[in-house]
């Protein structure tokens, strides 16, 4: 397996051994392991089944930063709730996601820092739960994928740096005072509207992008069964640099739609997202090599920082019997963060290749299939799973996800997809994720399992590898993830849930 490193940890490895020709040109997008960057990625949220999706944010930095928040539904990733955060230095910032009336997310923070626009005291419903109904993925923007708002029950969310300053200017309204709130939020929301303002001003009022100042963690609560499962996001680090020829001085964009903008910065409605990075993407391969991504920037360079070969993790399916009081159950979350740049190929402003976009890639790979007529996107998959003592159970033709498709044998279909391993119903065992042909979830199903727990691996089959390929392999798509496994005692002495993040291979 391969494991990644920090670009600047590389670097000082090939100065250690006297140089080897490491060293690219400019700053590169990498895999944050560290945990600070400029851009964060929440794999998961969730509404559904009596869960709460918590957020956090921390500024490690002495400068104001301002963040744009990008929360993606699971199906094909289209965008129905996002929002800019401007934090002070050394600043947290939280939210919470729950369920809402008619089952409409709704997002809430009592944290003092400003956000644009204001976030009500009583939370805000995601687009489609308010008086101007389903704008994402209905009417003219729709997909074939489902057209209620239970679509926007789960999916992931995109945290981006969109630019910096020192505690000067527009960035000192962000600033809290003794009293712990913000000096001046109007002012903030006033410029990020244009109100006033140029956007050329705007940008030039956070003017710096050369800090890595972002930690991101999350957890999944559910305060009904007592379950509480937390993680970290996964960092980028290196994201854009505003000294590429041509490059803007930072990411900077009012919030608004682009009918509101202006045709010179039509842009300004899709950025920053994913596909924003200016820089090619940096790995480390199997044997230990820094490698650059032939992509230069856009999708590619952080699809190539995210590809993997196959992903490992833990599984268990235990019931309640004589030799055990516990009941165990497990999901897996496998998220392919910028799949929507590939196989949303609509042109809309809501969706993937939306134009006026920056950094599209050319066609399909690293995916195989744009979002259909059936309202899916399927790649190809298989898996093994071990016990913990090495067995596997092979039933006749191979183990095969339930219920099973006809002759198109395993697919992971959606852009947030979600793993059950024994379940029977039509949800996930934890988190209530529908499971079946064109939802967002599938059941690994019990004749597949060897026995109560242990670890499984699963690989990509068809997904195209982005050169230069870091290892052998020979299909890889840019995935993330975790395992969240719940226990529980029917006589209610303790209820417990814990995540597990995935391993890969590459």
Known sequence: MMKFKMKQVALAVGAVLGGMSMVPAVQAVNLATDGLGQALIFPYYTTRAGWNTLFNITNTSSQVVALKVRFHEGYNSRDVFDFNVIMSPYDVWNGTLSNGAGNVPIFSTSDTSCTVPAI?????????????????????????????????????????????????????????????????????????????????????????????????????????????????????????????????????????????????????????????????????????????????????????????????????????????????????????????????????????????????????????????????????????????????????????????????????????NVLSFGATGAVSSVLGAPLGAGTLGANVPANALPGENGWMQLNFQNGQVIAPAPSAATSALPAVGFAVINRTDPNGLLNESFLVDHAYTR
């Open 120 to 416: 009500p005291a009583a939370g805000q419903l995601f687009q489609g739960g308010g008086a101007n109904g389903l704008l994402a993925y209905t009417g003219a923007a729709a997909d074939s994928g489902p057209a209620t708002t239970d679509r926007m029950r789960e999916g992931y969310v995109s945290v981006i740096m969109m630019g910096a300053s020192p505690v000067a200017g527009l960035a000192a309204s962000a600033v809290h005072t003794a009293a712990g709130v913000p000096a001046n939020c109007a002012a903030l929301r006033a410029a990020f509207g244009l109100q006033g303002t140029t956007i050329a001003a705007l940008r030039a009022a956070f003017p710096n992008y050369n800090v890595n100042p972002l930690k991101g963690a999350f957890s999944l609560v559910n305060a009904a069964n007592g379950w509480n499962a937390s993680g970290s996001t996964v960092t980028l680090a290196d994201f854009y640099d505003p000294t590429v020829a041509g490059a803007a001085p930072n990411l900077i964009t009012a919030q608004l739609p682009p009918d509101q903008v202006g045709n010179v910065y039509a842009d300004s409605f899709h950025q920053p997202e994913l596909s924003s990075a200016n820089t090619a993407g940096d790995v480390l391969s199997t044997a230990g090599a820094l490698l650059t991504s032939t992509a230069t920037s856009g999708a590619d360079s952080v699809s190539y920082v995210l590809q993997r070969a196959s992903v490992v993790n833990q599984w268990a399916n235990l019931n309640a019997s004589a030799s055990s009081a516990w009941t165990v159950k497990s999901d897996w979350v496998i998220t392919y963060p910028t799949k929507r740049f590939y196989a949303d190929q609509s042109t809309n402003q809501f969706a993937g290749r939306a134009a006026g976009r920056t950094g599209l890639p050319a066609g399909l790979a690293p995916f195989t299939n744009p979002f259909r007529i059936d309202g899916r996107s399927c790649d190809a998959v298989t898996f093994g799973a071990y016990d913990r003592e090495e067995q596997q159970v092979n039933p006749p033709g191979g183990p095969v996800f339930s219920p099973a498709p006809s002759a198109s044998g395993n697919q992971l279909c959606a852009e947030v």
